[in-house]
C-alpha cells in the first residue's frame, strides 16, 4: 500500500508539476538563482559573523535561515541520498542536482513571497508561509486552500517531522551502543524510552521557549552539524581521491543510461529522474512552502533579500551536503545494492571504509543532530499551522505538548508503523 501510494504522489504529474514550476519561475526572473548566484552568497556567508540582535517576536535573517536549515537537513541527506542512488543509480544525484538548481528559484519565490505577505500576532511575532500569501495575495476567494494546506500540515508534522525523525535517532544510538558492547541486542525497550522521554523533554523546552529561543537554538546547532558532517565527508573523499573523477563520471552518463552503471538493476531512465528528483525535494522542501514559515520570521524590510537566503538554503542542503553523502558512498568503494531501497546503513558503510568502528559514532552523531533540528524546525512549521485555523494560543501549547508527547510514541513503535 505503502510503495502504491508513494508511486502515486512520485509519478509523472508531480515530477512535471515540480520541475515546470521551477522551469517557469526560472525563466520568469531571468534564471536569478545563477545569474545573481554571487549577490545571494554574498548576502548570507558574506554576514554570517555580524552580530545583530533581531526585534521582539523576530529573528535575525542568519536565525531564520538556519531554523529552516534546521527543518531541511535531516536524514533525508544521509539515508534518503542512499535510497537514491541504490535504486536509481549514481545518475539519480545528476536529477538531484537538476532538482536542486530550479529548486533555488522556486524557494526564492516562496520565501520573498512570506516575507512580503506576512503578518503579526498579538505578541508581535511575525506570521507567514503559503497559508498567509495564499490569504493576503490571492484574495478571500482562496482562502480555503490556506486552511486545506494548513490542517494537511498539521497531521504531517506529527509523522514526518517528529515520529520518523525520533525513530532514526532511537536506531542510530542502538547501532552505536551495540558496536560498542553496551547493549546486547537492538530494540532494548528500556532504552528506547528513555531516549524517547529525553527527546521529549527537550523539544518541549526549546520549542515552548517561543521562536527566539528555537532561532538561537538553531543558530547554534546547524552550523555545528553541518561543518562536523562536511569535514568527515572531505576526510573520506579526499582519502578517494583517484575514484573521484570516474564517480563524477558515472554520476553524469549515468544520468541517460543508468543501466550501464548499475549492471543492469535498474531499468529506466525514469527511475533515475524520479529517484534523484523526488529525494532532492525531500531533501530541500523546495516547491512544498514550509520553509518560508521560518523565513517570514526574519527581522527585515526586504522581502527579495530574505529571499536569497533560500537560494542559500537549497544549495547548502542539496548541492553541498546531499552531494558529499554521494561522493562518500561512490567513491569509498563499498558495495551498493542496486535495486533495493538502501538506507543510512549503506553512508554508514562509505564512513566505516575510512573510519571503522568509529564511523557508527560519527555516524550517529550526525544522524542525532540532524534529526533532532528536523523535529525543532517542523515543530514550528506546526505550531505556525495551528496558529492560522484555530487563531489561539492555547491550541497552539496544546499543539507543542502532544507534538513533544510524539516523541516517546515514535522511540518506541516500529517504523513500518509510522
Known amino acids: 500500500m505503502n510503495q502504491l501510494v508513494n508511486q502515486w504522489i512520485w509519478g509523472i504529474p508531480a515530477m512535471a508539476s515540480i520541475l515546470g514550476v521551477g522551469m517557469y519561475l526560472s525563466y520568469r526572473t531571468g534564471f536569478l538563482q545563477i545569474s545573481r548566484f554571487g549577490r545571494a552568497m554574498q548576502v548570507t556567508l558574506g554576514r554570517i559573523f555580524r552580530k545583530k540582535e533581531a526585534r521582539d517576536g523576530a529573528l535575525t535573517p542568519f536565525q531564520a535561515v538556519c531554523t529552516a536549515l534546521a527543518a531541511t537537513i535531516g536524514t533525508g541527506n544521509i539515508a534518503g541520498v542512499a535510497g537514491a542512488i541504490a535504486i536509481g543509480g549514481p545518475g539519480a544525484v545528476f536529477w538531484m542536482w537538476c532538482s536542486a538548481v530550479l529548486g533555488m528559484c522556486t524557494k526564492f519565490c516562496e520565501v520573498t513571497l512570506a516575507v512580503y505577505y506576512r503578518e503579526k500576532n498579538e505578541k508581535g511575532e511575525y506570521l507567514g508561509g503559503p497559508m498567509y500569501y495564499i490569504k493576503n495575495g490571492l484574495g478571500k476567494k482562496w482562502i480555503f486552500l490556506a486552511y486545506l ?18 525513530n532514526t535517532i532511537t536506531a542510530a544510538i542502538n547501532e552505536a551502543l551495540i558496536n560498542f558492547n553496551l547493549l546486547s541486542a537492538r530494540g532494548d525497550s528500556r532504552v528506547n524510552l528513555a531516549i524517547g522521554i529525553l527527546i521529549a523533554v527537550l523539544v518541549a523546552m526549546i520549542l515552548l521557549g517561543g521562536i527566539k529561543r528555537i532561532g538561537k537554538v538553531s543558530e547554534k546547532l546547524v552550523p555545528f552539524m553541518a561543518l562536523f558532517y562536511v569535514i568527515l565527508s572531505l576526510i573520506v573523499i579526499f582519502l578517494n581521491i583517484q575514484r573521484v573523477p570516474s564517480v563524477i563520471y558515472s554520476i553524469i552518463m549515468g544520468a ?31 516547491g512544498l512552502g514550509t520553509g518560508s514559515i521560518a523565513h517570514a520570521t526574519a527581522d527585515t524590510r526586504k522581502p527579495v533579500k530574505q529571499g536569497f537566503f533560500g537560494i542559500f538554503e537549497v544549495f547548502a542542503d542539496t548541492i553541498v551536503i546531499c552531494t558529499l553523502t554521494a561522493l562518500v558512498i561512490l567513491s569509498s568503494g563499498v558495495n551498493i545494492p542496486y535495486g533495493m531501497d538502501a538506507g543510512a546503513e549503506l553512508t554508514i558503510s562509505g564512513f566505516t571504509s575510512t573510519f571503522g568502528p568509529l564511523a557508527s559514532l560519527f555516524t550517529a552523531v550526525a544522524l542525532c543532530s540532524f534529526a533532532f533540528s528536523t523535529i525543532l524546525g517542523w515543530g514550528l512549521y506546526g505550531a505556525r499551522f495551528t496558529e492560522f485555523v484555530f487563531r489561539s494560543a492555547t491550541a497552539v ?19 513500518s508503523l509510522i
Open 149 to 166: 494546506y494548513a490542517i494537511f500540515g498539521i497531521l504531517t508534522v506529527f509523522g514526518t517531522g517528529n515520529a520518523t525523525q525520533v
Open 256 to 286: 541517460f543510461s543508468p543501466r550501464a552503471f548499475t549492471g543492469g538493476a535498474v531499468y529506466s531512465l525514469f527511475t533515475s529522474m524520479k529517484k534523484g528528483v523526488s529525494r532532492g525535494i525531500f531533501s530541500n522542501e523546495a
Open 397 to 415: 501549547k496544546i499543539f507543542l505538548v502532544l507534538y513533544a508527547l510524539v516523541s516517546i510514541v515514535g522511540a518506541t513503535m516500529n517504523l
